[in-house]
């Protein structure tokens, strides 16, 4: 039996929550991309924009000394009015005009919806490790395992919709952005899939029964675990 067993699946169970508390925090906050428009000449405020799976936050930025090299709106972390709303496709009764305009509505549902299979996995996947902490239940790893792994392939799919939206939307002529960057959202996204993905193959390998040690030794012939 390997006694380093336990301690092996308690670390990486640890390491795969912060995997799901970075998958959580992406999931929930609207900081995946920064938009900013064109900067018109002799202006003062300008309107950027910032967005998540569910909503839109619009910022009017109020440019005290606009620099004449300066051709887009931003940085977004300067002051000025904020306004939030839910995308019309998830709340009819909210009106955001400006993402309807210029971003692909089909694009932001499949991105939500992705991301919502990654949560789902992850928390089978956390039911299952807890369970398996139960005296004769090392097998419900293999499933946890998997439910990590396919967590972690979920979000990376997500975050690359994501990607091509706002891709889509620079390279449209119909809409204002000239600019984009990805944020801390997206950040977050990305290290849940390293975590969630690596950590789920590792409690795979954890899982499986122990290898023979000597060439005459057969599986059969192993110390069993119990």
């Known amino acids: 039996m390997d006694e380093s067993k336990p301690l092996k699946v308690r670390l990486t ?25 064109s900067l018109e000449e002799n202006t003062t405020s300008c309107e950027a924009a910032h967005f998540g799976l569910w909503r839109l936050c619009t910022k009017r930025i109020f440019m005290q000394e606009p620099s004449p090299k300066e051709k887009s709106c931003g940085p977004i972390s300067l002051p000025g009015d904020h306004n939030c709303s839910y995308f019309k496709h998830f709340t009819p009764g909210e009106t955001s005009e400006i993402f309807e305009v210029t971003t692909q509505k089909e694009y932001s549902i499949s ?20 369970l398996s902490f139960r005296k004769k239940r090392d097998y419900l790893l293999k499933p946890a395992s998997m439910f990590y792994t396919f967590a972690g392939l979920c979000i990376i799919i997500s975050v690359e ?10 390279d449209s002529k119909e809409t204002a952005w000239i600019k984009y960057s990805y944020s801390w959202s997206f950040a977050c996204a990305c290290s849940a899939f390293v975590l969630l993905f690596v950590c789920g193959i590792v409690l795979l390998l954890i899982a499986l ?18």
């Open 111 to 130: 991105a939500a919806a992705i991301a919502i299979f990654s949560v789902g996995f992850a928390i089978m996947g956390t039911i299952c490790v807890l």
């Open 209 to 226: 029964p122990r290898f023979p040690q000597n060439p005459w030794e057969t599986c059969m012939d192993a110390e069993p675990e119990h």
């Open 161 to 170: 919709v994501m990607r091509q939206s706002v891709k889509r939307m620079i």
């Open 13 to 37: 169970f640890s390491v795969i929550l912060v995997g799901i508390s970075l998958l959580f925090a992406a999931v929930v906050t609207d900081h995946w991309a920064v938009l900013s428009p």
